[in-house]
C-alpha cells in the first residue's frame, strides 16, 4: 500500500490503528475512507479493527494497542472521565427508542412492568429521559439489564414488557412482534438532547503525535462529506464493506442527523457540541456513571477539528 501510494503522488505514508463497530453509524466513514482511497490520500496506512463496543476500543487504548476508534453516546462518559480525547464527531442518532408490547400505550404504562435495557446506552438514557417526561423515575419500572441481542429475543418471546432500544434492532424486532408501540423516540427530545457518535484518540496520540490526529481527523471530514451528500451510496459502500445485505443499514441509516464538515466545524467554535456533550456529562451523573465529568473543552479538540 505504501508503494502504492507513493506512485500516486501521496505523502509517504504513516501507519495508524484505527477501530470501528459493524453497523452503519460505526462504519460508514471507515468504509467510504476505504472505498475512496481516503486514508493514502491524508498521509495513512490503517490497520483497521472491528470492536463490538466503544468501551472495549478504550480499553485497547489503555493497553497501547489502538490509536483511534469509534464511539457512540453511551460511551462518551469514558471521554469525559479523561480516558480518550474526542477528536470528531460522527454523526447525531436518532435511532432509539422506548418500545412496548401491545397494550402498553404510554411510558407511564410501563409503571411496574419489566423493561430491558443494555445498560450505559442511548436506548438507557432515552428510557430515562422518557420516564422523567413522564414524572416517573427508573425506580417506578422493573429494569431488566441485558445485552442488546438478548432484548431483541426477551421483547419477541414477552419476557419483558418494553425495552429501551434502537434501529436496526427495533425493525428485527417488529418482524416477530408487528403489533409493538414505540412509546418514545429521541427526536422528541432533540436539540435540547441530543445523542453524538464520534471518534476518539487515544490520549498518548495527541500528546505524542498531533500531526497523526490532524491526517485522521481531515481523512473523516472528507469522508463525511461524500456520506453527508449522498447517504444512499453510502449504505451500498458500508454494506460491501461489512459484507452484510443493504436493508438493515438503510433503516439505520434513515435515523440518523449527517452535518457536513463545514456544520460541524460552526458547531464545535459556537459551542453547540459543547452543549450536547455537557448535556451528556449531566445523564451520565445522572445515572451514576461518574461525578465530575470534565469539561468538553478538556477532552473535545474543538480546534483540531475545525481548523483542519
Not at 435495557?117 to 442511548?122: A, H, K, M, N
Not at 419500572?141 to 419476557?159: H, L, N, R, W, Y
Not at 412509546?183 to 432533540?190: G, M, N, R, T
Request: net charge negative.
Amino acid at each position: 500500500m505504501l508503494g502504492v501510494a507513493t506512485r500516486r503522488g501521496y505523502a509517504q505514508v504513516k501507519p495508524v490503528r484505527i477501530g470501528y463497530i459493524a453497523d452503519y453509524f460505526g462504519t460508514s466513514l471507515t468504509a467510504i475512507a476505504t472505498d475512496q482511497n481516503l486514508w493514502a490520500k491524508h498521509g495513512l496506512e490503517p490497520d483497521l479493527k472491528v470492536f463490538t463496543n466503544g468501551p472495549i476500543q478504550i480499553q485497547a487504548f489503555g493497553a497501547g494497542s489502538l490509536d483511534f476508534g469509534y464511539v457512540g453516546p453511551g460511551a462518551l462518559w469514558l471521554p469525559a472521565m479523561g480516558k480518550a480525547k474526542l477528536v470528531a464527531i460522527n454523526a447525531l442518532g436518532l435511532s432509539d427508542r422506548v418500545i412496548a408490547q401491545k397494550g402498553i400505550n404510554s411510558v407511564a404504562d410501563l409503571k411496574g412492568k419489566k423493561v430491558g435495557v443494555p445498560e450505559g446506552t442511548s436506548g438507557d438514557m432515552l428510557l430515562r429521559l422518557g420516564l422523567a417526561k413522564a414524572g416517573m423515575s427508573i425506580s417506578d419500572i422493573e429494569v431488566v439489564k441485558m445485552d442488546p441481542s438478548t432484548v431483541v429475543a426477551a421483547f419477541a418471546s414477552k419476557q419483558i414488557d418494553g425495552a429501551g432500544i434502537w434501529y436496526p434492532l427495533v425493525g428485527i424486532i417488529r418482524k416477530t412482534v408487528p403489533d409493538l408501540v414505540e412509546v418514545a423516540k429521541s427526536d422528541e427530545f432533540y436539540p435540547e438532547n441530543s445523542f453524538p457518535s464520534a471518534f476518539v484518540a487515544r490520549n498518548e496520540v495527541i500528546t505524542d503525535d498531533i500531526d497523526m490526529a490532524g491526517k485522521f481527523v481531515a481523512t473523516m471530514k472528507e469522508a463525511n462529506d461524500y456520506r453527508a451528500a449522498d447517504v444512499p451510496r453510502s449504505v451500498e459502500i458500508t454494506a460491501k464493506f461489512l459484507g452484510v445485505p443493504i436493508e438493515p443499514l438503510q433503516v439505520e441509516s434513515e435515523n440518523g442527523k449527517f452535518l457536513t464538515s463545514e456544520e460541524l466545524a460552526a458547531a464545535s467554535k459556537d459551542g453547540t457540541v459543547a452543549g450536547w456533550l455537557k448535556g451528556l456529562n449531566d445523564q451520565f451523573v445522572a445515572f451514576g456513571k461518574m461525578q465530575d465529568p470534565l469539561d468538553p473543552e478538556d477532552y473535545y479538540l474543538a480546534d483540531l477539528y475545525a481548523g483542519n
